[in-house]
């Protein structure tokens, strides 16, 4: 499964939404209803399912599905 | 998720309050694990206790002083082995002492053992609960952390962080339906209290109100009871049980 696929399963899951809402372009709280909670979990997740490490700093500028495919992708 | 064994964990569950706890949670049905710092033996006969009256215990070694080994416990054996429904921060230590005889060693060792290890653990267990979106933490403080109580500026210090800590975890974890609270009691007759002279217990005994010492249990009790469903809408509270002893 791709990066790209990978994040958007994530994000399905720990936003409990439907895999249709989850687009690109999508940001997290504005479009897909997550408080500050569901970010550090999708942090978490994300850490964890691809084996990096993303500091807080770094964190607060992931605020789209596609700025976390990126940093997954400049990371990995 | 649901198929894994609900489970309480009890950091120190070698004896005193943190036996009690283990013997009445199992009674709540819980599979209960305990930790142990030193010798195995006294951990396993808490399991003995527990799997007498009908239910499920395991002893693990782990140094709740030691960060990496907390880390790596909750990795291997909690994370997506159990379901873990509650967790009893009870583990602790005394090295007593007046503050300016304090040596730093003193100092940190209890603060580390304590409150370090206490929030180490509560962080671990979080992330697993904010997954499982639901789950119980009981931190267990003390009335010296109310009172304060000469000789133990370490020990009231950490034991009063976990007040702070409580409060700030009840605040940040609720969203996900996990409730803080602390337990803080009194004078409480176990190995800890034991070595106290005759003296110092009546002075004790004389400030408590119900003029006797409580028991492990009358701990586990309440701890029994913040992990239950009776007790959903409590949370960042910090329940005293101490005879009347600090109001």
């Given amino acids: 499964m791709s990066v790209d696929q990978k994040v958007k399963e994530i994000v399905v899951e720990q936003l409990g939404i439907s895999a249709d809402e989850v687009k690109s372009d999508s940001k997290f709280v504005e479009d897909l209803g997550a408080d500050s909670l569901d970010l550090t979990e999708l942090i978490m997740a994300m850490e964890e399912e691809f084996d990096i490490e993303i500091d807080d700093e770094k964190a607060q500028e992931i605020l789209t599905v596609q700025a976390a495919i990126d940093y997954v992708n400049a990371n990995q | 998720m649901s198929k894994l064994t609900k489970t309480a964990l009890i950091t120190g569950g070698s004896r005193g309050i943190g036996r009690a706890c283990a013997v009445r949670l199992a009674k709540s049905g819980y599979q209960v694990y305990v930790t142990y710092v030193s010798s195995p033996e006294p951990a396993l006969e808490t399991c003995k206790m527990v799997e007498q009256s009908g239910g499920k215990a395991s002893a693990f070694a782990l140094d709740i002083g030691d960060y990496q080994a907390i880390v790596d416990f909750f990795k291997e054996k909690i994370k997506d082995q159990v379901f873990l429904d509650v967790l009893v921060n009870n583990a602790g230590q005394t090295k007593d002492g007046l503050l300016v005889r304090m040596s730093q060693e003193q100092w940190q060792q209890i603060i580390?053992?304590?409150?370090?290890?206490?929030?180490?653990?509560?962080?671990?267990?979080?992330?697993?609960?904010?997954?499982?979106?639901?789950g119980r933490i009981i931190n267990i403080s003390s009335v010296t952390a109310q009172s304060g109580n000469p000789g133990q500026a370490n020990y009231t210090a950490a034991k009063a962080g976990l007040i702070g800590l409580t409060k700030t975890a009840a605040q940040e974890l609720a969203p996900r339906n996990i409730t803080v609270n602390a337990v803080a009691p009194g004078f409480i007759e176990t190995d800890m209290?034991?070595?106290?002279?005759?003296?110092?217990?009546?002075?004790?005994?004389?400030?408590?109100p119900l003029k006797r010492f409580g028991?492990?249990?009358?701990?586990?009790?309440?701890?029994?009871?913040?992990?239950?469903?009776?007790?959903?809408?409590?949370?960042?509270?910090?329940?005293?049980?101490n005879g009347g002893m600090y109001m």
């Fill in chain 2, 215 to 241: 028991s492990a249990e009358d701990i586990a009790e309440t701890v029994a009871f913040l992990a239950s469903p009776e007790a959903s809408y409590i949370t960042g509270q910090v329940l005293s049980i």
């Fill in chain 2, 112 to 134: 580390n053992v304590n409150l370090n290890g206490s929030f180490f653990c509560l962080q671990q267990a979080a992330k697993i609960m904010m997954r499982q979106k639901t």
């Fill in chain 2, 193 to 208: 209290t034991a070595s106290l002279n005759d003296e110092v217990k009546e002075k004790y005994q004389s400030m408590i």
